[in-house]
């Protein structure tokens, strides 16, 4: 009994260790990802897509194109930027970098096949997240 007892209290323990671990790896992820140029330009990326929709429909009034800018939700891009850094780089690479990029500039990304993923997981967020939101804003507005 006392030996089934003390597996468990074991496994729980490093399970929390786990947990913890990986809860701190996505963290450190998450400060890898706000340190590259990719999520300083977002939004300026979203906002020239968006833009491009605009001239097609030059009947929509430009406070329209204004109120689905402001109304994008980045969270599902983010979290696959996120992703990807955590698959490519290791706790020692993201922090070095961190550590080694002053406060007003950016990670550079050393990988051409990381930046193409990157920008492939933007293109399939606005192919897929933002049309959804212009095609909803324009719907409801009465410009279809």
């Not at 983010?78 to 550590?99: D, G, H, L, P, T």
């Amino acid at each position: 009994m006392k030996n089934t007892r003390l597996s468990a209290y074991i496994f729980i323990f490093f399970g929390f260790l786990i947990t913890s671990a990986n809860a701190q790896d996505v963290n450190l992820c998450k400060n890898f990802y706000n340190k590259t140029l990719m999520a300083n330009n977002l939004i300026i990326f979203t906002n020239e897509y968006i833009d491009s929709k605009a001239k097609a429909k030059p009947n929509v009034p430009d406070y329209v194109w204004n109120s689905i800018k402001q109304d994008i939700n980045y969270n599902s891009f983010e979290e696959e930027a996120v992703k990807i850094f955590c698959e490519k780089y290791n706790r020692w690479e993201m922090q070095k970098a961190i550590s080694s990029t002053p406060a007003d500039s950016f990670i550079e990304l050393p990988s051409p096949a990381i930046q193409k993923e990157l920008f492939k997981k933007l293109t399939d967020f606005q192919n897929s997240v933002v049309d959804k939101r212009i095609a909803l804003v324009l719907r409801a507005a009465g410009y279809n």
